[in-house]
């Protein structure tokens, strides 16, 4: 089934651990996104993508990194977590037929 | 820079009232124009964009240039409408996706 996947929904981790938030999307999509949100409030753009091996930059300053080495797969990289970190990450592709996008359920990260 | 305003953080309509929710954006060339929606523990997904031109669950949004504005608009508010709406522009250029701040739309009984 078409869809955007992200893991994990949930995760709770110590400061100055490395983690990664994982993002796969099976409808082939060229962009892709990275949001983080906390809750009821505005979206910041952190990242995205317009393809394999393209990255950039959003409009949120963000200690973390990310990759595109396969069109489905964009994942976002903490090399050490904060509790400032805390959050919900969403992830988003766009395309198809009207260039719609699609949002991931989102993964809610907690850094005690 | 593209930018997104939603000047509205909460509003709060009586059901059976019109609703108007604000958008207005800043970019210099042709924008791609979104709505979407965020029910209670549920992702975000798209109500509407403006080169459909389409209605949907009874909202209609309408791109007015001359105002960089994209307000969302629905005649009679129902119970169900309670969410919070983001309004989103995408630049062709570099496929940059932005989103306003977001209103939390209420409806009351």
């Known amino acids: 089934e078409a869809d955007i996947y992200q893991t994990p929904r949930y995760l709770v981790i110590g400061t100055g651990k490395k983690i990664t938030l994982e993002c796969s999307q099976t409808m082939g999509h060229d962009k892709m996104y990275w949001y983080q949100q906390d809750p009821g409030m505005e979206l910041h753009l952190i990242h995205y993508s317009y393809g394999v091996n393209s990255t950039e930059k959003g409009d949120l300053s963000s200690e973390s990194t990310v990759s595109r080495i396969r069109t489905e797969h964009f994942p976002l990289t903490l090399e050490s977590a904060r509790p400032s970190h805390t959050s919900q990450y969403l992830c988003?592709?766009?395309?198809?037929?009207?260039?719609?996008?699609?949002f991931g359920e989102g993964s809610w990260l907690t850094v005690v | 820079a593209q930018r997104v305003t939603q000047p509205e953080k909460l509003l709060s309509v009586f059901k059976g009232a019109p609703v108007e929710l604000k958008c207005n954006y800043s970019y210099s060339g042709s924008p791609e124009l979104f709505w979407y929606v965020q029910y209670s523990r549920q992702r975000l997904q798209l109500l509407l964009r403006?080169?459909s031109r389409e209605s949907i669950k009874g909202f209609t949004a309408d791109l007015n240039k001359g105002e960089t504005s994209f307000h969302l608009k629905k005649p009679f508010a129902q119970e169900e409408d309670s969410a919070m709406y983001y309004c989103?522009?995408?630049?062709?250029?570099?496929?940059?996706?932005?989103f306003g701040t977001g209103t939390r739309l209420t409806i009351i009984p």
């Open positions: 989103a522009l995408v630049n062709f250029g570099n496929e940059k996706l932005t």
């Open positions: 988003a592709s766009r395309g198809g037929a009207g260039n719609t996008i699609y």
């Open positions: 403006h080169i």
